[in-house]
């Protein structure tokens, strides 16, 4: 059974996300949600390994916690799905485990 | 109750500067009575909880270091400690508390606890459970 | 389906509580039942009755409890973690000579052991954990 991780990190303050691109594995899915939002954006330096990883991974990102911080679709990295909170319980009764990266 | 499961503990933050490490701990510790197959990972920062030498006497908090020395007895005998975090850190194995345990299924003869694995491996060990807490 | 949460962050701080909170209204909107909610490090915070949030913000400790009357959610506020910053029920306020309505723990949180996240874990099909 694959995992979901949950990231609530900013990449770009803590190494949380990072460490969760080095553990997950083919099939796991990734979520970044609060501050981990802005891992999702566009045009970053993470976004380039996030590309790398989709389609292997599957990453999602919290539209809530996007539109609080003024971050549309537009901003958000190609590959990323955005989910609300339905989506968010569907994506952890899916995968056999989650893993926050706190 | 239903069968065993598989509890890892994810360890990734420092000692002493936040309390997440002693109040995970606390859970091993409680947890170690429920009869799951439990582990310890102990990733990025996480690798300093286990690190020799700690002492606290002029913080005036508790040096907890010592319990997880303790964990043997308590049936928790995994403590899974990435190598990629240690060189990241300057550490080796060596700078770690030497942390064993009696194993009963072979003349309760003295074992190192302390398992180094690499990230790939880690990864692996993380897939493999059931339940995963992290603090 | 059965889901636990963990809770490890206070209220208003962090944000921690309040995802936990929306991810736990919209399982029980989805019908998915929620096995038991742990409030633990300062995540007990969550579950003192003498929080008073401005007008025109949220009150994240009503929240919960009207969460808790409405779906029967079992809230377990960790007994450790809640004494050591002075969340008590009426009987820890007693035992600990804290004087008469000293109490203070919320409607629908209990105050109990770590053995219920261990047992949140092993009873329920998924633990998510919410956190700093």
Redesign the interface.
């Known amino acids: 059974m694959?995992?979901l991780h949950i990231v609530n990190k900013s990449p770009f303050e803590k190494?949380?996300m990072e460490?969760c691109l080095?553990?997950?594995?083919d099939g796991?899915a990734i979520l970044l949600f609060e501050d981990g939002v802005y891992g999702a954006l566009s045009n970053t330096r993470i976004a380039n390994e996030i590309s790398r990883r989709a389609g292997a991974v599957k990453f999602f990102v919290l539209g809530p916690d996007l539109n609080a911080r003024g971050l549309g679709d537009g901003r958000i990295a190609d590959g990323i799905t955005v989910v609300d909170y339905s989506g968010f319980v569907d994506l952890v009764t899916t995968h056999g485990?989650?893993?926050?990266?706190? | 109750?239903?069968e065993a499961?598989k509890?890892l503990y994810?360890n990734?933050?420092a000692p002493y500067g936040t309390?997440?490490a002693l109040?995970s701990l606390?859970?091993v510790l409680?947890?170690a009575?429920?009869d799951?197959h439990v582990s310890l990972a102990f990733?990025?920062d996480g690798v300093f909880q286990i690190a020799k030498g700690q002492d606290t006497k002029s913080l005036g908090v508790k040096n907890f270091s010592p319990t997880y020395r303790a964990l043997g007895d308590y049936g928790v005998t995994k403590f899974y400690v990435e190598k990629?975090s240690l060189d990241e850190r300057g550490l080796s194995a060596d700078d770690l508390m030497e942390i064993t345990y009696e194993d009963e299924n072979d003349g309760f003869a003295e074992k190192p606890s302390i398992i180094v694995v690499t990230?790939a491996e880690?990864?692996?060990v993380?897939?493999d459970?059931?339940?995963?807490?992290?603090? | 389906m059965k889901l636990s949460i963990?809770v490890?962050e206070g209220p208003y701080t962090h944000q921690a509580a309040d995802s936990a909170y929306q991810f736990t209204k919209a399982a029980l909107d989805k019908g998915v039942e929620i096995f038991r909610v742990f409030f633990?490090?300062d995540g007990v915070n969550n579950g003192t009755r003498l929080t008073v949030p401005p007008q025109d913000d949220r009150n994240i400790q009503k929240n919960w409890s009207d969460l808790a009357e409405k779906h029967k959610l079992d809230l377990v506020v960790c007994i450790?973690?809640a004494q050591r910053r002075g969340i008590l029920d009426e009987g820890e306020a007693k035992r600990h000579g804290k004087g008469e309505g000293a109490a203070n723990i919320a409607p629908g949180f209990r105050i109990s052991?770590?053995?219920q996240?261990?047992?949140a874990?092993?009873?329920a099909d998924r633990?998510v954990?919410f956190?700093d």
Request: charge should be negative.
């Open positions: 694959t995992t190494n949380a460490s080095g553990h997950a594995l796991d485990r989650t893993q926050s990266w706190l | 109750m239903s499961k509890f994810v990734r933050k309390i997440y109040e606390e859970v409680i947890g009575a429920f799951q990733v990025d990629d990230k880690m990864a692996e993380m897939r459970q059931d339940v995963i807490l992290s603090f | 963990l490890n633990y490090h450790a973690a052991g770590l053995g996240l261990i047992e874990g092993i009873e633990l954990v956190g």
